[in-house]
C-alpha cells in the first residue's frame, strides 16, 4: 500500500507559478515511477509528467520547458514546479505512483490559474 498526499494548488494569475508536493508513505525511490496527472471536467485524466525510479524524467508536450518534476528521497517527496502558468493549466492535480505494478493515487489538489 502507498498513500499519497498532494499540496500546494491554488489560485495564480497567468505568467505566475507553483510547486506542488506529494508526500508518499514509502521511500520513493523504491517506487518504479512516480507521476503527475491532471483533469478537468468532462476530460480524461492527461499525464503531465513522469519520473522514474532511475532519476529519467517525461513531460507531456504541453508543459514542456514550463514544468519541472523533481523528488527529494530523504523527504519522500515528488514536486512539480510549474511555470510561466496558463489558463489552460487549470485543473485537478493528482500524484500517481506505480509499485509493483499495481496504481495509487492522490486525493488531488486544485490549480485555477486566471487570465
Known amino acids: 500500500q502507498v498513500q499519497l498526499v498532494e499540496s500546494g494548488g491554488g489560485l495564480v494569475q497567468a505568467g505566475g507559478s507553483l510547486r506542488l508536493s506529494c508526500a508518499a508513505s514509502?521511500?520513493?525511490?523504491?517506487?518504479?515511477?512516480i507521476s503527475w496527472y491532471r483533469q478537468t471536467p468532462g476530460k480524461q485524466r492527461e499525464l503531465v509528467a513522469t519520473?522514474?525510479?532511475?532519476?529519467?524524467?517525461n513531460y507531456a508536450d504541453s508543459v514542456k520547458g514550463r514544468f519541472t518534476i523533481s523528488r527529494d528521497n530523504a523527504k519522500n517527496t515528488v514536486y512539480l514546479q510549474m511555470n510561466s502558468l496558463k489558463p489552460e493549466d487549470t485543473a485537478v492535480y493528482y500524484c500517481?505512483?506505480?509499485?509493483?505494478?499495481?496504481?495509487?493515487w492522490g486525493q488531488g489538489t486544485q490549480v485555477t490559474v486566471s487570465a
Open positions: 500517481n505512483a506505480l509499485h509493483y505494478r499495481l496504481d495509487y
Open positions: 514509502i521511500r520513493i525511490f523504491s517506487i518504479n515511477a
Open positions: 519520473i522514474t525510479s532511475g532519476g529519467s524524467t
